[in-house]
């Protein structure tokens, strides 16, 4: 069997076309834009990369998630439900002080997971790990095992829910990544609100094998999980610590 | 449960053709405020909505499916009073009917019985830049 030249690049525009063994049937499958009837796809694996040079000393993000998630506290500190906060690091020994922002590190191997007696704390195909209130029943076992402390209970009754984010007492939370505006193709509150009001310093994409900007990012730029140790493969990575 | 809302709707029947006395427990308000209909038909709605919303619920809470036909934010959309932006309340759509059957439900413990203030544009229409 021979190839002439003709036949030869007609077969390499087919194979660069993204691995089609057949018609519709893909080596490869392309990523595309998810419509509402789709499930969320494992080809997916959102994540966020926050440099914590440019991270100011503001409270943007945590403002924006508590706003767009209708978070709210009653003054009290101790028990008030937490998506999102600053924590501040200082070098005892030469002063140098950072900021940055903490939330759900969307683990790819989460304890809060591993832990759960009805199955109510998952992760989701794109990698977003949830809560599903409906089979929550509030025994906390996530609360202590999250390594970030990311999770909060609601001890108390909540009203002015958001229509996207249904929250009651009784039940764990955290960060949702935004999962709402995810699946409408927005990015989190919290991206949004750092680079408009903020210091540009959170990123958001797809972590996965997709050639993406985030990914892109991480291939050439150094960054960091935090206790990586625990080689939980967080979502959440970051630069300059 | 179901069966139980059955023979109380069919109770209420009985007794609003029948003689004039007033009912021992006031009949629930049903007052459509929007839409011409409703995503099914009525009577498959009034034995199986719990099982639509409970049905669409995991679809969405696991799936990330977000269709609208089947959600409860669709329901508190149309069937919220715009006297009171809810669907609860004395004469509210799901609770006058849910206290009339003696069905408690615990939706809106956590959602929101108000309806979205804007309404959100058809998922399609919005694509990542």
Same mark, same amino acid.
């Given at each position: 069997?021979?190839?002439?030249?003709?036949?030869?690049?007609?077969?390499?525009?087919?194979?660069?076309?993204?691995?089609?063994?057949?018609?519709?049937?893909?080596?490869?499958?392309?990523?595309?834009?998810?419509?509402?009837?789709?499930?969320?796809?494992?080809?997916? #694996?959102?994540?966020?990369?926050?440099?914590?040079?440019?991270?100011?000393?503001?409270?943007?993000?945590?403002?924006?998630?508590?706003?767009?998630?209708?978070?709210?506290?009653?003054? !009290?500190?101790?028990?008030?439900?937490?998506?999102?906060?600053?924590?501040?690091?200082?070098?005892? !020994?030469?002063?140098?002080?950072?900021?940055?922002?903490?939330?759900?590190?969307?683990?790819?191997?989460?304890?809060?997971?591993?832990?759960?007696?009805?199955?109510?704390?998952?992760?989701?195909?794109?990698?977003?790990?949830?809560?599903?209130?409906?089979?929550?029943?509030?025994?906390?076992?996530?609360?202590?095992?999250?390594?970030?402390?990311?999770?909060?209970?609601?001890?108390?009754?909540?009203?002015?829910?958001?229509?996207?984010?249904?929250?009651?007492?009784?039940?764990?939370?955290?960060?949702?990544?935004?999962?709402?505006?995810?699946?409408?193709?927005?990015?989190?509150?919290?991206?949004?609100?750092?680079?408009?009001?903020?210091?540009?310093?959170?990123?958001?994409?797809?972590?996965?094998?997709?050639?993406?900007?985030?990914?892109?990012?991480?291939?050439?730029?150094?960054?960091?999980?935090? #206790?990586?140790?625990?080689?939980?493969?967080?979502?959440?990575?970051?630069?300059?610590? | 449960?179901?069966?139980?809302?059955?023979?109380?709707?069919?109770?209420?029947?009985?007794?609003?053709?029948?003689?004039?006395?007033?009912?021992?427990?006031?009949?629930?308000?049903?007052?459509?405020?929007?839409?011409?209909?409703?995503?099914?038909?009525?009577?498959?709605?009034?034995?199986?909505?719990?099982?639509?919303?409970?049905?669409?619920?995991?679809?969405?809470?696991?799936?990330?499916?977000?269709?609208?036909?089947?959600?409860?934010?669709?329901?508190?959309?149309?069937?919220?009073?715009?006297?009171?932006?809810?669907?609860?309340?004395?004469?509210?759509?799901?609770?006058?009917?849910?206290?009339?059957?003696?069905?408690?439900?615990?939706?809106?413990?956590?959602?929101?019985?108000?309806?979205?203030?804007?309404?959100?544009?058809?998922?399609?229409?919005?694509?990542?830049?």
């Amino acid at each position: 069997m021979s190839l002439d030249r003709r036949h030869f690049i007609g077969l390499g525009a087919a194979v660069t076309a993204g691995a089609v063994l057949a018609p519709g049937l893909r080596l490869i499958e392309l990523v595309q834009a998810r419509s509402p009837e789709e499930s969320a796809s494992v080809l997916r #694996r959102w994540g966020l990369l926050i440099d914590t040079a440019l991270c100011t000393d503001c409270e943007v993000c945590v403002t924006a998630c508590h706003e767009e998630n209708g978070v709210s506290g009653h003054g !009290r500190p101790a028990t008030d439900a937490q998506w999102i906060r600053k924590v501040g690091l200082r070098d005892k !020994r030469t002063g140098h002080a950072q900021t940055l922002p903490l939330m759900c590190q969307h683990c790819a191997h989460p304890p809060c997971v591993d832990v759960c007696p009805t199955g109510a704390s998952f992760k989701r195909a794109d990698g977003i790990v949830l809560v599903d209130k409906h089979t929550c029943i509030g025994c906390r076992y996530c609360v202590m095992a999250c390594p970030y402390g990311a999770r909060s209970f609601i001890h108390e009754t909540v009203t002015g829910q958001k229509p996207d984010v249904p929250r009651g007492k009784g039940t764990v939370e955290s960060c949702t990544l935004c999962v709402h505006r995810i699946d409408r193709d927005e990015q989190p509150a919290c991206v949004e609100a750092c680079a408009r009001d903020g210091g540009k310093a959170m990123m958001f994409g797809d972590l996965g094998e997709n050639d993406g900007e985030l990914r892109e990012r991480l291939r050439r730029q150094p960054s960091s999980q935090l #206790r990586p140790e625990l080689a939980l493969d967080t979502g959440v990575r970051y630069q300059g610590l | 449960m179901m069966g139980l809302l059955a023979v109380l709707l069919t109770a209420a029947g009985v007794a609003l053709a029948g003689d004039k006395q007033p009912a021992r427990v006031a009949l629930p308000v049903i007052k459509i405020e929007k839409g011409e209909k409703c995503v099914e038909p009525t009577a498959e709605m009034r034995r199986n909505h719990m099982n639509l919303i409970s049905h669409q619920r995991d679809r969405t809470v696991h799936d990330g499916i977000r269709t609208v036909k089947h959600s409860l934010k669709n329901c508190v959309d149309c069937h919220a009073s715009p006297k009171t932006n809810s669907v609860l309340g004395k004469d509210g759509f799901c609770e006058s009917c849910h206290a009339y059957a003696a069905v408690r439900m615990d939706c809106f413990e956590c959602h929101s019985s108000a309806p979205r203030k804007a309404a959100s544009a058809p998922l399609a229409e919005r694509r990542a830049p």
